[in-house]
Structure formats: structure tokens, C-alpha cells
């Protein structure tokens, strides 16, 4: 599950396949697909119809991360649509085990996903159920906002977590992620990494991928 993970939302949909082969070329790890409601966050992305588009068009893992309200309601249309990783939102999932579990029942991998505002320590009861934790380095809602350097803090913290308890435990970071902070990023702690607008948005999106993969992966 490590590695580097391209949201498309930044992504031109008018040419969906291409702007995918590209990253994929590039050696990405997976394509990171947000799903939006406009009542969660103040934004409407695209549904399971798409993220099944993009399936058909990669092999590559697919990540989602629903920003939606009821998610309990979609998750199987987005496991059928080709999720192979799911993560929900600590903030409006109220029975979060039984959505994890609902998630883990479909053989994928769980994920929870936290805002920049909410304490780790409201993860520390589903913690040992996870597959991932998700941690929002920018206001979930758009593509290309700037990264918060607070989430430093929270990344040390929930590895620490982690490492203590001997969790099998991943750490994501998502939104505002590039080349210049990448490093300091995976120093913190964190293992998955997005990025949307500083690949999809760059000129040459084949060298941005690769000096995003060369920083993750330099000392
Ligand atoms: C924000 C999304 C992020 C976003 C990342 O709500 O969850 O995945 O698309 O994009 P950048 O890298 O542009 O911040
Ligand atoms: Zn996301």
C-alpha cells in the first residue's frame, strides 16, 4: 500500500485516459479518487460511475476517499465499481466500526480519514481496525489548497501511536502535497502520499510524478 497516489480531481476529465497512462508511466502507485457530496464538504466531485470508468482504464490500485454523507449506503457500489481501498470520514460517520467493518467485510482495505481540525485522539478507539489512517493536510473540499504545516505534528503523534501499540497500520497524507515538502512528510511518519495538483496541474506531469518519487524515495 506505500507509495504515491494521484488524485484525479485535479486531473483533465476531458481526457481522463491519457492524464492516467501518463502518471501511470511514471511509476505511480495508485490513483486516488474523491468522491464529494456538496453536503460534507462544499464541493460536488463525481460517483461510482466514474471511479468504474477509471477502473477500466488502470490496473492500479484504486483509493477512495468519500467525503459524502450515508457512506454506508454507498460503499458497495463503490467496491463494485473497483474500490480497492475505501476511507470514510471520522467526522460524520458515527458508528465508524460498523462502517469499517462493513468496508473489511468486501475484502479491501479500510480506511479512516481526519480533518485538519479534529484531535488524533478521536482515532484511537478504531485505531487496531484500520488499514490506513487518512490525515487531511488541507480542508477536504478542492484540489490545490496549500499544505498545513500543523499536520506534521498529528503524523509523529499517530505513528508514535502506531509503533507503541504494534498496529499494521498505514499513514496517508492528502492535499497540498509536492516535491518540496514530500520529504519532510514522509520523515513525520507518513508511508502513502497524494498528490493532484502539483502533477496534474504541472506542465510536464511525467517529470513532476518523478521528482515527487525521487524525493520520496531519498534519504
Ligand atoms: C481534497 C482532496 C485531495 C485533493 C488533493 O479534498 O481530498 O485528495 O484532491 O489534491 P492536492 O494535491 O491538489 O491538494
Ligand atoms: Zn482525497
Redesign the pocket.
Given at each position: 500500500m506505500k507509495g504515491l497516489y494521484t488524485?484525479v480531481?485535479?486531473a483533465d476529465f476531458s481526457k481522463l485516459e491519457s492524464e492516467i497512462k501518463l502518471v501511470e508511466s511514471a511509476g505511480v502507485n495508485g490513483i486516488?479518487c474523491?468522491i464529494m457530496d456538496g453536503h460534507f464538504?462544499p464541493n460536488i466531485s463525481y460517483g461510482a460511475m466514474v471511479v468504474s470508468a477509471i477502473n477500466k482504464i488502470t490496473d492500479l490500485p484504486l483509493d477512495v476517499?468519500l467525503?459524502i454523507d450515508n457512506c454506508d449506503l454507498f460503499i458497495k457500489d463503490f467496491v463494485n465499481a473497483g474500490a480497492d481501498y475505501i476511507s470514510v470520514h471520522i467526522e460524520n460517520n458515527i458508528h465508524l466500526h460498523r462502517t469499517v467493518s462493513l468496508i473489511k467485510s468486501y475484502n479491501i482495505k479500510a480506511g479512516v480519514a481526519i480533518n485538519p481540525s479534529t484531535p488524533i485522539t478521536h482515532l484511537i478507539e478504531i485505531l487496531p481496525f484500520l488499514d490506513f489512517v487518512l490525515i487531511m493536510s488541507?480542508n477536504?473540499?478542492?484540489?490545490?489548497?496549500k499544505f498545513i504545516s500543523t499536520t506534521l505534528e498529528k503524523i509523529k503523534c499517530i505513528r508514535k501511536l502506531i509503533k507503541q501499540n504494534k498496529y499494521n497500520c498505514h499513514i496517508e497524507v492528502?492535499?497540498?502535497?509536492d516535491a518540496s515538502n514530500i520529504k519532510t512528510v514522509r520523515k513525520a511518519g507518513a508511508d502513502m502520499f497524494?498528490?493532484?495538483?502539483?502533477i496534474y496541474r504541472a506542465e510536464d506531469k511525467i517529470k513532476a510524478t518523478e521528482l515527487i518519487l525521487k524525493e520520496i524515495n531519498s534519504k
Open positions: 488524485s480531481l485535479s486516488h474523491d464538504v476517499h467525503m488541507v477536504p473540499g478542492f484540489g490545490g489548497q492528502d492535499g497540498g502535497i497524494v498528490a493532484g495538483a502539483s
